[in-house]
T-cell receptor, first 111, second 111 residues
Framework: TQLLEQSPQFLSIQEGENLTVYCNSS?????LQWYRQEPGEGPVLLVT?????EVKKLKRLTFQFGDARKDSSLHITAAQPGDTGLYLC???????????FGKGNQVVVIP | NAGVTQTPKFQVLKTGQSMTLQCAQD?????MYWYRQDPGMGLRLIYY???????DKGEVPNGYNVSRLNKREFSLRLESAAPSQTSVYFC??????????FGPGTRLTVT
């Protein structure tokens, strides 16, 4: 059973459009991270959210942690081809520094 | 700072051969992790080490062994490779905030 469900699995949009992807769980997390992975590379940490309802912005990317700390969303404004990648969410659930990862949202931005 | 480094980047093995994947980090992190990433399966934790001198099994430890050589280095050994171990292997390290930093990966094919 996947602890974190990400949707949609795949999303293709035109440059300049907006998009939102989701990360959902029935479990409560003490923190949640978003990573971006490009082909042939390792995941790179984008942001960590800790407080329920927290919103963080990273340039055109907006991350929100659900009030109940069970879900999160990532919104990209005016997407650019450089935003193409696999977006992974990961939650800190256990007390021993382990993370639970979702399977990812594959985003393709077409020029 | 190099962050997390992994060697080799690519490897082809025959069934039954053994090999060791090397990982080192220069961020003075206590925790280190080994994951495998397969299409449709996401990142799965093989083994982790919460501190120097300790190791614990993750979700998919069968067929693997690890050694936390010192605070910087964490190696993953395949004693008798099987085709089911064909995958991309990532090493990661983390400090006290549950965030993890990944290496570039090792692409392993077992024929």
């Amino acid at each position: 059973t996947q602890l974190l469900e990400q949707s949609p699995q795949f999303l293709s949009i035109q440059e300049g459009e907006n998009l939102t992807v989701y990360c959902n769980s029935s479990s409560v997390f003490s923190s949640l991270q978003w990573y971006r992975q490009e082909p042939g590379e390792g995941p790179v940490l984008l942001v960590t959210v800790v407080t329920g309802g927290e919103v963080k912005k990273l340039k055109r990317l907006t991350f929100q942690f659900g009030d109940a700390r069970k879900d999160s969303s990532l919104h990209i404004t005016a997407a650019q081809p450089g935003d193409t990648g696999l977006y992974l969410c990961a939650g800190s659930l256990y007390g021993n520094n382990r993370l639970a990862f979702g399977k990812g949202n594959q985003v393709v931005v077409i020029p | 700072n190099a962050g997390v480094t992994q060697t080799p980047k690519f490897q082809v093995l025959k069934t039954g051969q053994s090999m060791t994947l090397q990982c080192a980090q220069d961020m003075n992190h206590n925790s280190m992790y080994w994951y495998r990433q397969d299409p449709g399966m996401g990142l799965r934790l093989i083994y982790y080490s919460a501190s120097e001198g300790t190791t614990d099994k993750g979700e998919v430890p069968n067929g693997y062994n690890v050694s936390r050589l010192n605070k910087r280095e964490f190696s993953l050994r395949l004693e008798s490779a099987a085709p089911s171990q064909t995958s991309v292997y990532f090493c990661a390290s983390g400090g006290s905030t549950y965030e993890q930093y990944f290496g570039p990966g090792t692409r392993l094919t077992v024929t």
